[in-house]
């Protein structure tokens, strides 16, 4: 699986992104797909996740109620809705497939996409 996101940006604090990660190569709905981000200095960390179907989702509880992650499979593009944004979540973000059912760590990723920057300015 090819993976190319997009959407980053510079924003304000309180602003919203919307990020895009639009997949080829496999049969996108094969894959649960996750949205990660590094921050310069620190370890990668999971966001979200939703599974093949969308049916289910899941986020890191810093982000719960701000972001939301949606899918389109006839699109082959998974979506990161980014509201509220804050300065701590700037980082650059990527996306990922996994053939897991419910994947939260990197390590059950498969591939990956080549990051988009998300810079929210105070």
């Known amino acids: 699986v090819q993976l190319q996101a997009c959407g980053g940006g510079l924003v304000q604090a309180g602003g919203s992104l919307r990020l895009s990660c639009a997949a080829s190569g496999r049969t996108f709905s094969d894959y649960a797909m996750g949205w990660f981000r590094q921050a310069p200095g620190k370890e990668r960390e999971f966001v979200a996740v939703i599974n093949y179907s969308g049916a289910w989702r899941y986020y890191v509880d810093s982000v719960k109620g701000r972001f939301a992650i949606s899918r389109d499979n006839a699109k082959n593009t998974v979506y990161l809705q980014m509201n509220s944004l804050k300065p701590e979540d700037t980082a650059v973000y990527y996306c990922?497939?996994?053939?897991?059912?419910?994947?939260?760590?990197?390590?059950?990723?498969?591939?990956w996409g080549q990051g988009t920057q998300v810079t929210v300015s105070s």
């Open positions: 990922a497939a996994a053939q897991a059912y419910s994947p939260v760590d990197a390590n059950e990723y498969d591939y």
